[in-house]
Every structure is written in structure tokens, then in C-alpha cells.
């Protein structure tokens, strides 16, 4: 199994900064993609960021220039800096990991999600 926990969210001004961090511990045999994905009140879960093994990004359209996921593989973490935060990215934000884990001689791909933080932009 693999457990993520999600740590950073809070309450910021407009214009204002946070960095979101993750962290996966558990048994497993690798941790491939890993994203950022946000739900607002009444709306649907939304990819946010996500980057691949080799640390390849990929961003929505509506936070590219402001937000930039990075990961390192060393110790299993990921990070989302935020900037020139607006009200519109008021959400719960989740981490995703598509992990590999290993169990009765053979592998299992699956997708795992942490808790949720909230992040709130208002003044």
C-alpha cells in the first residue's frame, strides 16, 4: 500500500504564495506519474499539475506561468509552488500517485490519493 500526505495549504491574500508538498511512504516498487488535482465547492476534481518519473510537467491551461510542480524521486516527495494565487484557485487540493507495488509474486499498478488541503485565496 501507499500512503500520501499532503502538507502547505492555508489561507493566502490574492497575489499571494503557497507551496503545497506531498509525501508517499509505504511498500511499493515505484512511483511512476504523480499530480496535483483540486475540487472546488459544487464542481468536479480537476487536474491541476501532474510530471512523470523523469520529471517531465504538464500544467492546466488556467495556472500555467503561475504554478510549478516538481518532484524528487529520492525521497519520494512532490511540490506544487503557487504564485500569483486568485481567488478562482480556492480548493481542496489532492495528491496523486500511480504507484507499483509488488504482492504475491506479481506487480500491481494502481492509483492513490492523500487526504486533501485546503487552500483558500481571500482577502
Known amino acids: 500500500q501507499v500512503e500520501l500526505v499532503e502538507s502547505g495549504g492555508g489561507l493566502v491574500q490574492p497575489g499571494g504564495s503557497l507551496r503545497l508538498s506531498c509525501a508517499a511512504s509505504?511498500?511499493?516498487?515505484?512511483?511512476?506519474?504523480m499530480g496535483w488535482y483540486r475540487q472546488a465547492p459544487g464542481k468536479e476534481r480537476e487536474l491541476v499539475a501532474a510530471?512523470?518519473?523523469?520529471?517531465?510537467?504538464n500544467y492546466a491551461d488556467s495556472v500555467k506561468g503561475r504554478f510549478t510542480i516538481s518532484r524528487d524521486n529520492a525521497k519520494n516527495t512532490m511540490d506544487l509552488q503557487m504564485n500569483s494565487l486568485k481567488s478562482e484557485d480556492t480548493a481542496v487540493y489532492y495528491c496523486?500517485?500511480?504507484?507499483?507495488?509488488?504482492?504475491?509474486?506479481?506487480?500491481?499498478?494502481?492509483?492513490?490519493w492523500g487526504q486533501g488541503t485546503q487552500v483558500t485565496v481571500s482577502s
Open positions: 496523486n500517485a500511480d504507484a507499483t507495488t509488488w504482492y504475491g509474486g506479481r506487480h500491481y499498478r494502481s492509483d492513490y
Open positions: 510530471i512523470t518519473s523523469g520529471g517531465s510537467p
Open positions: 509505504g511498500r511499493f516498487v515505484s512511483i511512476n506519474a
